[in-house]
């Protein structure tokens, strides 16, 4: 199955930064049919990076959205605005959710509004330590799932991808292991089966993010169910980050 390789690069890299650093991606990437690779960039660098980028080479995604389409909402930019843009967007990334208090409402709003303007959305799902310390790992995995999927019908669920990013793993160089992320995915999967049926839970594009680097790339693209990635750190190093995408493209080609 092709992989998706999503880099969120945060808050970092202005627009001539991100031009500078997309120009050297593109010398470092290779084309490959069974990889996809995601940028997601301040929204600011994304109208100049659309122009930029080989769009056989690299999509774009935002990293986040609002879900009005217009209207009085200072400082907000619509989902209707990144079409043409952005073919993917981040919803409920956990920075999203505790450092900007985004609640389960907006974020299933948010999924709905990228649908609606023809996006791919990527609901990030994952509990925190204190949840997991407790045992209530499936629970808040369950509960992220379906309340983000509230809006979504049955037609609609095949353009719609999961990122399980257990928020203590994220930017903290301490990754899941990968029993513990096939398990958090398998648990996504038999929620999605349950909402939308066998086959939408099979292939719903399930990635894993949280300390990705080009070590622990394999691991995680080798366990089963997990079908891409999710990085932060990592992809703002162009050596790793192209590292990561030939990994990938390796174990396509194993698989085939
Ligand atoms: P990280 O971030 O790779 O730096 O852990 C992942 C993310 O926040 O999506």
């Avoid at 999967?189 to 622990?216: D, E, F, H, P, W």
């Avoid at 990561?244 to 174990?251: D, G, P, S, V």
Wanted: hydrophobic fraction near 40%; aromatic fraction near 8%; charged fraction near 20%.
């Amino acid at each position: 199955m092709k992989k998706l390789i999503v880099g969120n690069w945060k808050m970092n890299l202005d627009v001539s930064q991100s031009s500078l650093y997309v120009a050297k991606l593109a010398d470092k990437i290779q084309m490959r049919r069974d990889v996809e690779v995601v940028l997601c960039p301040s929204l600011l660098a994304l109208q100049p990076l659309s122009l930029q980028v080989n769009h056989r080479q690299f999509k774009l995604g935002a990293q986040n959205c609002y879900w009005r389409d217009s209207g009085a909402f200072t400082g907000e930019v619509a989902a209707s605005m990144l079409r043409g843009l952005a073919q993917y967007v981040l919803v409920g990334h956990s920075e999203r959710r505790h450092v900007f208090g985004e609640t389960d409402r907006d974020i299933r709003f948010k999924v709905e509004a990228v649908l609606r303007n023809s996006m791919w959305p990527i609901l990030c799902v994952g509990e925190t330590s204190f949840d997991r310390s407790e045992g209530d790992t499936v629970h808040v995995l369950n509960d992220q799932v379906v309340s983000g999927l509230l809006n979504v019908g049955s037609d609609e669920i095949s353009e719609v991808v999961i990122a399980y990013e257990p928020v203590w793993a994220i930017g903290a160089d301490k990754p899941a292991t990968t029993e513990q992320a096939a398990e958090a995915v398998d648990i996504i999967r038999t929620q999605v089966s349950q909402l939308y049926g066998k086959s939408a839970g099979q292939s719903i594009r399930i990635l894993y993010g949280g300390s990705v680097n080009q070590s622990n790339t394999k691991s995680f693209l080798q366990t089963k169910g997990i079908d891409g990635l999710l990085i932060g750190g990592a992809s703002l190093n162009a050596e790793q980050f192209s590292e990561i995408t030939n990994l990938a493209y390796e174990i396509t080609k194993g698989e085939t």
